[in-house]
């Protein structure tokens, strides 16, 4: 992920806010200033800004939501690769960025979703732990490179094509929140950051709202108001992850 300037960082948080005010009132501007935003739809770090638009929270829970946030945004730098050599970054982040935006798209299923997501965390671990070697196997690399043709292979061949994903039953923002959820209790749990208690609240409701979202979609159409109330579940997730995580 590239990184930005300071004053790039201030605009983009400042459009952020614009944006929320202008969908609060209703203005016709935010579909614009959202397309300008969000450039970057397969990455984490959009999607963390996408949640923050919901719902506003005392300060306290505001800065310990904000450092989470950053945290996870260095945690998805690792996952990228970074650290690694630049060859070995590349694959990861190129296989990183396949799963997500696939999810996202609903071009696979979560449980695949979440199995590929799982391999990527045990060969860049395995990597990390490579390059800490001071007698290393010399064509490690070249396997775990392999590994990741291999995975990516296979995500694209057992993919959907886009164009067959009807637009009746995408649903973008719930499945780019449940990304972003799944790596954060992933990276949570991992480093102690996120009590168990804590983490198993959260899943309770992120099942809820995937079994409902499996039983609304399983005819190949969502109803405007089956969309509505897969909404009033996906809020009420980002309610119950917000008080748990800000407590």
């Known amino acids: 992920m590239e990184k930005n300037h300071p004053t790039t960082l201030m605009i983009r948080n400042t459009i952020c806010l614009v944006f929320a005010v202008s969908l609060l009132a209703g203005t016709s501007r935010a579909t614009s200033l959202h397309d300008v935003a969000y450039t970057n739809s397969n990455t984490l770090n959009d999607l963390v800004r996408r949640v923050e638009s919901i719902s506003i ?15 996870l945004v260095l945690y998805e730098r690792e996952m990228r690769g970074e650290g690694l050599p630049p060859t070995l970054a590349a694959a990861f982040s190129a296989h990183y960025s396949g799963i997500v935006q696939a999810l996202v798209e609903e071009r696979i299923s979560e449980e695949y979703g979440r199995d590929l997501l799982s391999v990527h965390r045990q060969l860049l671990y395995r990597s990390q732990e490579w390059t800490h070697k001071r007698f290393r196997d010399e064509s490690f690399d070249e396997e775990v490179l ?30 780019g929140y449940q990304v972003w959820l799944g790596e954060l209790l992933a990276w949570g ?28 979609k399983r005819d190949g159409y969502l109803h405007p108001h089956e969309r509505e109330q897969l909404h009033k579940r996906f809020i009420k997730l980002t309610q119950k992850t917000n008080e748990r995580l800000g407590d």
Do not use: M, W
């Open 189 to 216: 749990c991992e480093c102690g950051h996120v009590k168990p208690y804590d983490a198993a609240v959260i899943r309770k409701y992120a099942s809820d709202l995937e079994r409902f979202e499996c039983y609304y």
């Open 146 to 175: 392999e590994n990741l043709e291999y995975f990516n292979t296979e995500l694209n061949e057992r993919a959907l094509a886009l164009y067959d994903v009807p637009d009746s039953i995408r649903t973008p923002v719930i499945n």
């Open 57 to 71: 929270f005392r300060d306290e829970q505001v800065a310990r939501l904000s450092a989470i946030q950053e945290a």
